[in-house]
Every structure is written in C-alpha cells, then in structure tokens.
C-alpha cells in the first residue's frame, strides 16, 4: 500500500517549507514563482544547486543586514527540504544548525 508513516524527516521537510515562506514571504503552493518553477521548493533548490542567488527569493520587506541570515535560513531549508529523507538533517542537527546561526556573526 502506498501510505506514509510520519516520522521525524517529514517533520523536518515541513520545518523546512515553513522557513523558506517565512524568508520569502511567499506561499509554497500557489504563489507567483519566476519560470518554470511551480513550486517555492522548487526555486530555492534550483537557487541553492545553482549559486543563482541573485534570483535567491528573499522578502523585499527584510532590511538588507538581515538578508546573511536570510541566506542561511534558506541553506538550512534547502537541506530539510532534500528529495531522500535519508539526506535531510534530524531535527536534533537542526536544532544545531540554528543555535549555531544564532551565535553567527553575519
């Protein structure tokens, strides 16, 4: 049968989604994304790969010293958002990765 169990990556995986919308200030569904993404997840993948971050999708309405930790916030989002659970971070890792920005000196 074709049902998923939830587990701790696919908690991650929707950490992941609600970090990018919340430095984007976009829906993950249903937004207006650049062609031919269809997706929020989408663009910031095709970003991260790509090191297009000119295109990077960072709310317009966030002051620019902010948009270092921006970045960052879309890296750690990037990596929770990962196609295999098996290569996104626990969220013990996660928890890591944004004690560590906290302490980052951007």
Same mark, same amino acid.
């Given at each position: 049968?074709?049902?998923?169990?939830?587990?701790?990556?696919?908690?991650?995986?929707?950490?992941?989604?609600?970090?990018?919308?919340?430095?984007?200030?976009?829906?993950?569904?249903?937004?207006?994304?650049?062609?031919?993404?269809?997706? @929020?997840?989408?663009?910031?993948?095709?970003?991260?790969? #790509?090191?297009?971050?000119?295109?990077?999708?960072? #709310?317009?309405? @966030?002051?620019?010293?902010?948009?270092?930790?921006?970045?960052?916030?879309?890296?750690?989002?990037?990596?929770c958002?990962?196609?295999?659970?098996?290569?996104?971070?626990s969220?013990?890792?996660?928890?890591?990765?944004?004690?560590?920005?906290?302490?980052?000196? @951007?």
């Amino acid at each position: 049968h074709g049902t998923a169990t939830c587990t701790d990556k696919w908690d991650v995986y929707s950490i992941g989604v609600i970090m990018m919308e919340l430095v984007s200030g976009t829906p993950s569904l249903g937004g207006t994304y650049p062609q031919p993404f269809t997706s @929020l997840v989408g663009w910031v993948h095709h970003v991260m790969k #790509d090191k297009s971050f000119h295109v990077c999708p960072i #709310d317009a309405s @966030l002051p620019t010293s902010c948009h270092g930790y921006a970045l960052h916030l879309l890296h750690m989002a990037y990596l929770c958002t990962a196609q295999s659970p098996a290569k996104r971070p626990s969220v013990h890792q996660l928890v890591g990765l944004l004690k560590d920005l906290e302490h980052a000196n @951007l």
